[in-house]
């Protein structure tokens, strides 16, 4: 694990030198990164399909865009974001010019989840870099293709001692915990965010957990119920059902119980047969019907 420790001093020396603060080394990280969601796409379709049988539009739509949309948002934004904040004065400090000023929290550790192993990463590693900070990445070896591509893609586009990426399972994980970041940020069970909490109290790091849960969807009397239960069709069965906040049970009236459950049951067979034609119409390649199982715990 002296690899680990290696890695995690790097970051923080880039850091402490004050690499990543600058406005400009922001948007060339920012603006390379983009470049390499660009240039390398190919590679990342086939990571994403290998791993979960991700097609080139879901990836797209569920992966790559929000991503996209967020580096564009910082770079656009960023300039603003990082100017002084001016704010009313109170009688303690009415003889003085009071402002806002940001700075970075240090280097921040980024674990990524299995289900959108590269939105999951990517998109708080924009965060982070857009606010100044090193970063250590560390994506879900579930999705070990996509895992891997990450670890070769991100050296050669972003700062290599400012943002590593360290790959490995649950060890690799706990090793990482055991060192002192400035801030944690977790996509995955309730369980392991315990975990990941617990440790970073040691520290007093402050932690961003996104934790899986139960996600009850309520179908009130009074609305469209071919429009809600596709919508709840659509929400419980994209990628999978592998969503946190997907739909996992439904609150309504007894009155409308019975049509509630035909219509949704409607709505998944409409939308497997429209995916049948799909496949049917798909030309030189295989397309799964449904995403690959590739965990007994999923």
């Not at 609305?223 to 969503?243: F, H, K, S, V």
Request: glycine share 8%; net charge neutral.
């Amino acid at each position: 694990m002296e690899e680990i420790q290696t890695v995690v001093a790097g970051a923080r020396a880039a850091f402490n030198l004050g690499k990543t603060r600058p406005l400009e080394f922001r948007l060339q990280q920012l603006r390379a990164m983009e470049k390499m969601l660009t240039e390398r796409k190919d590679l990342i379709l086939e990571a994403l399909q290998k791993d979960l049988h991700k097609n080139a539009f879901a990836v797209d739509i569920y992966e790559m865009v929000g991503i996209l949309n967020d580096i564009t948002l910082a770079i656009n934004k960023l300039p603003k974001w990082m100017e002084p904040e001016h704010v009313s004065k109170s009688m303690m400090t009415i003889m003085d010019t009071v402002y806002i000023h940001r700075q970075p929290l240090g280097v921040v550790l980024i674990i990524g989840a299995w289900n959108y192993p590269l939105a999951l990463v990517l998109q708080p590693l924009v965060g982070a870099i857009a606010a100044g900070n090193a970063a250590v990445v560390k994506p879900s070896e579930v999705s070990g293709n996509t895992a891997q591509l990450l670890a070769q893609l991100l050296p050669q586009y972003l700062d290599k001692e400012a943002y590593p990426v360290i790959t490995g399972g649950a060890e690799v994980a706990a090793e990482l915990l055991k060192h002192p970041f400035d801030h944690i940020l977790y996509t995955g069970s309730a369980a392991v965010g315990r975990i990941v909490m617990e440790a970073a109290a040691k520290h007093l790091t402050p932690v961003t957990l996104e934790l899986g849960g139960k996600s009850p969807c309520y179908v009130d009397t009074n609305c469209d119920l071919d429009i809600a239960c596709r919508r709840i069709a659509w929400g419980r069965y994209t990628n999978c059902g592998q969503t946190c906040i997907a739909p996992d049970y439904i609150l309504c009236n007894k009155s409308i119980q019975d049509q509630v459950v035909k219509k949704i049951g409607t709505s998944i067979a409409v939308s497997v047969k429209r995916e049948e034609v799909v496949l049917k119409g798909t030309a030189g390649r295989s397309v799964p019907e449904k995403g690959e199982t590739i965990s007994g715990g999923q």
